[in-house]
């Protein structure tokens, strides 16, 4: 795990590395963008467009080479980031032999027969917000989900950008609100409150903006035109029943989404002519090869997030919120308790936007976000459910988030036009600046 900087090493330089890759993935694709130039944001690779972002972390570095690539590496070698990177492979996996054996056909079919076409869209949102809730991990939900999404979308000519920030929200509802996902237990831990607690803190700030979420997918997606529906072909259809089913049954990650690689492989074996267990290893291997991009990115981006918190950079956030606090709030004062909670909520976000992953910015923000809530008498639910929730809500639209990255490889979009059209996390954080600013505290 990152550990939590010290408030004394305060660097607000070491974040210039991280502004350096910004500006050249994002601001590059945008220019593209206005020259007309097709798939803009390909042209340059985001693992190219962050090396000079590590070269840049080098230079700034006060330890030695050696010490400065050991951190680096040490980055990488998250827990949290290495788990990451193998969901990107057994998903890739998953989909390409799913593809290859025609359970995405058959799956699709299903889904259109089950499904109406006025409610596609929310209906996605719903399956993978239960599927979240029940997994705890947005980016397994996401493995499962996905493929079926993308074959719909295409058959229903339904907008890709759309469908996919729909299913993202989905799964960051439920990632959110899952008693079992790791954010939730990071949350909970370290500002000592109960799950059951913060489950009903996050419930009446989530729904609010759910139900909003699924009125407006409603509009986007009710001129969706089905084509006539084809034969349902059970068996090419049982290695995603299979995978959902494990998934609502809380069976590990790893486990759903390499049973379903067996299981989909096993079924063209079966039925589909030709194909031979060469045919099922190279669909594995191109499976992988296709998350080859985001799966770079995603080590390199955990080796510069510990780079940045070694030189200072996440300690520059805490001791910028802390200061930001201490000019509108005080000691008797009626807005502390809401300015507090905006620095719980200030902290953690621009903390997720530094190490691009909730679960790591809940850890480093934990103690700061405490010693706010002890002091300001914000109740130990409440600062749980706050780190939880905007966490959430800077992942869930970050473009180089794993989120936005995998499904970006997936439905070959730019991950800029798929966490744009992420809507739930804008509102759930609309949701929640509403419940701080207006909610009734105890005088």
């Not at 190219?48 to 070698?77: C, H, M, R, W, Y």
């Not at 596609?120 to 996905?146: D, H, K, N, Q, W």
């Not at 201490?326 to 953690?348: Q, T």
Request: charged content about 10%; aromatic content about 8%; hydrophobic content about 55%.
């Amino acid at each position: 795990m990152t550990p939590k900087p010290s408030p004394n090493t305060a660097n607000g330089i070491a974040l210039l590395p991280l502004l350096l890759f910004l500006t050249l993935f994002l601001g590059t694709g945008t220019y593209l963008t206005m020259q007309g130039v097709e798939y803009a944001f390909y042209q340059l690779p985001a693992p190219i467009a962050v090396l000079p972002a590590l070269f840049l972390a080098l230079v700034l570095s006060k330890d030695s080479i050696n010490n400065t690539i050991e951190q680096f590496i040490a980055g990488i070698g998250n827990s949290n980031v290495i788990a990451m990177c193998l969901i990107y492979l057994l998903a890739g996996g998953f989909a390409a032999v799913a593809s290859a054996t025609g359970g995405v056909d058959a799956t699709v079919n299903l889904g259109l027969s089950l499904i109406p076409s006025w409610f596609l869209l929310p209906g996605f949102f719903l399956i993978s917000a239960f599927i979240a809730t029940a997994m705890g991990t947005s980016m397994g939900t996401l493995g499962a989900v996905a493929p079926i999404a993308l074959g719909v979308a295409e058959t229903a000519h339904i907008d890709l950008a759309i469908m996919a920030g729909a299913v993202i929200s989905g799964a960051m509802f439920g990632d959110n609100l899952s008693i079992i996902s790791d954010t939730t237990i990071a949350a909970t831990r370290s500002q000592g409150c109960d799950m059951r607690d913060k489950f009903k803190e996050n419930l009446r700030i989530a729904v609010p903006a759910a139900l909003v979420v699924m009125v407006l997918l409603y509009f986007l997606g009710g001129d969706a035109k089905l084509p006539p529906v084809g034969d349902i072909e059970w068996l090419k259809v049982l290695p995603y029943l299979a995978i959902l089913g494990l998934a609502v049954s809380g069976v590990n990650v790893f486990v759903v989404l390499a049973s379903g690689i067996m299981l989909a492989g096993g079924v063209g074996l079966l039925q589909t002519p030709d194909y031979s267990l060469m045919s099922f290893s190279k669909d594995i291997y191109k499976g992988f090869s296709n998350m080859q991009e985001i799966f770079i990115l995603s080590m390199f981006i955990g080796g510069l997030g510990a780079v940045m918190s070694h030189q200072g950079g996440l300690a520059f956030i805490v001791n910028f919120i802390d200061k930001l606090l201490a000019r509108f709030s005080g000691k008797g004062d009626k807005v502390s308790a809401p300015a507090a909670e905006l620095g719980i909520a200030g902290v953690v976000g621009l903390t997720n936007l530094a190490t691009a992953n909730n679960t790591v910015s809940i850890i480093v923000a934990s103690g700061v976000a405490k010693d706010l809530a002890q002091t300001h008498q914000v109740e130990p639910k409440r600062s749980a459910s706050l780190l939880d929730i905007f966490a959430c809500c800077v992942q869930g639209l970050l473009p180089y988030g794993a989120q936005a990255l995998m499904l970006g490889a997936m439905f070959k979009l730019s991950p800029l036009e798929v966490s744009m059209h992420v809507f739930y996390p804008m509102l759930l954080a609309v949701s929640a600046i509403l419940t701080i600013t207006l909610r009734r505290r105890n005088a």
